[in-house]
């Protein structure tokens, strides 16, 4: 969605895009955002921003740790070539093979094209305007080649690839007894303390084992990362000066704040009902272009949600969840849009 005047191949896994986050009807909620227009002005950050930038002082130049969302500030996002911008999803696939460019030719079959619309200037034929073609007009031949697990292969000028997390313990398992878990991670209690004494874990690498809220799961998200390293830096501070120490309050409600091609996004306790099994039901509300809110209710008590769009509901329904009140009598004016619930629950 951020990059501009470019063709992007985008490669799903899952039946929907982001499969970790939403459902299939968030994921057709947002969609149609990839071909629209973009806004004209960025939604304002509450948030702390992290920043490459150096003080004036200093002249060299070093990247320090990962930004989080804030990665690709400063970079420059707009192609070379005045295409408009274009998305193409291939789903339920991933790279089977990548290829060079002297690779590729060896192999003597074409490469697919997909349809992108092109500005008048570039177009194949005088007059058509901004239109949708079946292949690009400009004869390139690619730098490397992707080949999909559903047939299908591209030329592309660089490849990027987001397929999760895995904890990289590699580094600190040989001569040491850590405890690790199913997933991979170092497992840690409720302070942080690894297996090992005096060792503390946080973030992507560990795996939290003890038992948690039931409002609460285990993401390796920068936001997750980031509180659990202010956690982990209390806990040492008090097993070292001897003192108790109560689990700190975020890990009581997961939650979790981003933006999704432009949209704000929070996700809410359990918000795709994880570990649910059957025993929940799900309230949507969806606007086309503006908003979608999905609850997820449990025994008359609501115990996650998904907003997207400005829906302002965040603290409210923040406070149904962790207060695991018996909403039963609402019903649907839950998510009646012509209803102030606040005005419920003040």
């Known amino acids: 969605y951020e990059i501009e ?7 799903v896994k899952d039946k929907s895009i982001g499969n970790t986050f939403f459902d299939a009807g968030a994921a057709q909620f947002l969609i149609p955002q990839l071909s629209s227009d973009k806004a004209e002005t960025p939604l304002a950050c509450k948030r702390t921003k992290y920043t490459t930038a150096l003080p004036a002082e200093r002249k060299e130049s070093r990247l320090g740790s990962a930004l989080g969302p804030d990665w690709h500030e400063g970079m420059n996002l707009k192609a070379a070539k005045e295409f408009s911008h274009c998305v193409h999803l291939e789903m339920e696939c991933e790279v089977q093979r990548v290829l060079l460019s002297d690779e590729f030719k060896q192999l003597n079959v074409p490469a697919h094209t997909v ?3 092109i500005a008048p200037e570039h177009s194949a034929t005088s007059g058509i305007g901004n239109s949708v073609v079946a292949s690009c007009v400009f004869s390139v031949e690619w730098p ?9 292969l591209y030329g592309c000028d660089f490849i990027i690839s987001a397929t999760g997390v895995v904890p990289n313990v590699e580094p600190f398992l040989p001569g040491n007894n850590f405890d690790v878990g ?5 497992k840690v209690d409720d302070h942080m303390r690894t297996s090992v004494p005096n060792v503390y874990a946080a973030g992507d690498i560990c795996t939290a084992a003890w038992t948690p809220s039931p409002l609460w799961q285990q993401m390796r998200l920068w936001t997750q990362a980031r509180q659990m390293g202010w956690y ?3 806990c040492m501070v008090a097993d070292h000066l001897g003192e108790k120490i109560e689990m700190d309050f975020c890990f009581e409600l997961f939650a979790h704040v981003t933006k999704f091609f432009n949209y704000k996004v929070i ?3 359990k918000y795709n009902a994880q570990g649910l099994a059957l025993d929940y039901e799900l ?5 086309k272009g503006q908003e979608y809110v999905k609850v997820v209710m449990q025994n ?3 115990v996650g949600a998904v907003l997207i769009g400005e829906t302002d509901l965040e603290e409210t329904f923040e406070n149904l969840i962790l207060n695991q009140m018996d909403l039963s009598a609402y019903g649907e004016n839950l998510l009646d849009p012509n209803i102030d619930i606040e005005d419920y629950f003040d």
Do not use: Q
């Not at 005047?5 to 490669?11: D, K, L, M, N, S």
């Not at 490397?144 to 299908?152: R, S």
């Not at 199913?182 to 170092?186: A, I, P, T, V």
């Open 300 to 302: 008359g008590r609501m």
């Open 267 to 269: 996700l809410l306790g």
């Open 232 to 234: 982990a830096a209390k």
């Open 144 to 152: 490397v080649y992707v080949e999909l697990t559903n047939g299908k």
């Open 182 to 186: 199913e997933d991979g991670g170092l």
């Open 283 to 287: 309230m949507l509300r969806c606007t």
């Open 115 to 117: 349809p992108h619309r």
């Open 5 to 11: 005047g470019c063709e992007v191949i985008w490669a």
